[in-house]
């Protein structure tokens, strides 16, 4: 299973998810500058945190616009992995590939801590690692991680369950529902805040993180 870390100007925990994937699990892994046009290569797809273009206008509104983006939404719905991890996410709502928006934190605060997290389903393969409403504990750093969605959109997604990620304690960023991440439908996009990349070595005291990607590695060869 081959890994593709997007880069686009203004990334910086793309390092970061290589380690975990190329380093600590041994899995081939390449970098993939925004402005690439053919990412066929690729099983799993990683958009990763940052402050993709200075975060101008929103966070993720202009990535979205790379070239590379059309290639992401055509691995995404050929049914293949896509993870967004924070500025990812945001990259992900903003190129419609998951609903919904991440607006500015309540308190206009960048936040940076760590959160208390319910899994909320485990049928998904990115999530196969963890047992249903497990709490976890991941890191979270960001000044627009507020999720909205208007009234039928958030009742589409409690609908679908797919919120798989809720915030524990306190809700840190004024998020709705409590919702730290999402899924689509199908189960292969997923987009959260917190970073799971941060949390995966044992060396940084907890590692809930690596097992999101470990259940991916389980679970792919069934699921493709
Ligand atoms: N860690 C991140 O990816 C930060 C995302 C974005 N720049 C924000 O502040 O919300």
Redesign the pocket.
């Known amino acids: 299973m081959k890994f593709g870390v997007l880069v686009f100007p203004g990334s910086n ?1 793309d390092r970061d998810v290589a380690y975990v994937t190329r380093d600590l699990l041994g899995l081939p892994t390449r970098m993939v500058w925004h402005q690439e046009t053919d990412i066929t290569d690729l099983d799993v797809v990683i958009i990763p ?3 993709s273009y200075g ?1 101008y206008l929103r ?1 993720g509104a202009i990535a979205r616009f790379s070239p590379v983006m059309q290639q992401v939404i055509n691995h995404a719905q050929a049914g293949k992995f896509v993870l967004g ?4 996410f ?1 990259v992900l709502t903003e190129a419609g590939l998951l609903p919904g928006a ?1 607006t500015k934190n309540q308190d206009l605060h ?1 936040i940076c801590d760590r959160a208390p997290l319910t899994v909320e389903r485990n049928d998904i393969p990115w999530t196969q690692a963890y047992t249903t409403n497990e709490t976890i504990t991941l890191p979270i ?5 507020r999720f909205y969605a208007d009234k039928s959109t958030l009742a589409a997604l409690e609908d679908h369950s797919q919120v798989v990620f809720r915030y524990a304690g306190d809700n840190p960023n004024g998020s709705l529902n409590n919702i730290a991440g999402i899924c689509n439908r199908q189960g292969n996009v997923l987009g959260m805040m917190p ?1 799971p990349e941060r949390a995966s070595d044992t060396s940084l005291g907890y590692t809930d993180g690596l097992r999101l990607f470990q259940g991916l590695l389980g679970k792919i060869a069934a699921w493709v």
């Open positions: 925990c945190g940052g402050f975060d966070c991890i924070c500025n990812g945001q991440l960048f750093a960001h000044g627009e991680g970073h």
